[in-house]
């Protein structure tokens, strides 16, 4: 019949009562990123569910960390933190990518060895990244003389320059 109102999901009656279609923006839910970021938050929600009932979520994505080495232990500590819902990580590192590194070292490719290698800082951010997009990441090409070991004299000429 004309006139008649179909019947059909998304139509509702609008200001004036008079029906209109309905429009959703699901966008949102179709983003990768919005997807993982839900991933995530839900991994930690269950997380302090199961297991820690006092953690406070919200205060591990503010947190900040800065890694001093992006070897094996601070690769390892890295993906540990993200997976602890830590969303800000910074890497010193002077050192850069070599062939013996991607099968020890979790956040590095073989690509990462091809012409002379990446920076250790800049290609274990990249990675954090590529991993989680969401993940504020960043590398710092630095080199910091290790406690009880005084620097040779052209190490701490290189410390001068880039201080």
Not at 46 to 66: F, I, S, Y
Request: glycine content about 8%; hydrophobic content about 45%.
């Amino acid at each position: 019949a004309a006139g008649a109102v179909p019947e059909a999901i998304g139509w509702e009656a609008g200001a004036k009562g008079k029906l209109l279609p309905r429009h959703v923006d699901v966008s949102p839910l179709l983003s990768p990123v919005q997807l993982a970021e839900q991933a995530v938050d839900l991994n930690l929600k269950l997380m302090r569910w199961r297991a820690a009932p006092e953690l406070d979520v919200q205060q591990l994505a503010n947190t900040k960390c800065l890694l001093l080495g992006a070897g094996t232990l601070g690769c390892a500590v890295a993906r540990t933190l993200q997976a602890y819902g830590i969303r800000h990580i910074t890497f010193v590192d002077s050192s850069t990518v070599s062939y013996s590194n991607p099968v020890r070292q979790s956040l590095f490719t073989f690509q990462d060895c091809l012409n002379g290698g990446k920076s250790k800082a800049a290609a274990a951010a990249e990675a954090l990244r590529g991993i989680f997009p969401s993940v504020v990441s960043a590398g710092v090409q630095l080199s910091i003389p290790m406690p009880g070991h005084p620097p040779a004299n052209v190490q701490q000429e290189q410390l001068q320059q880039q201080v």
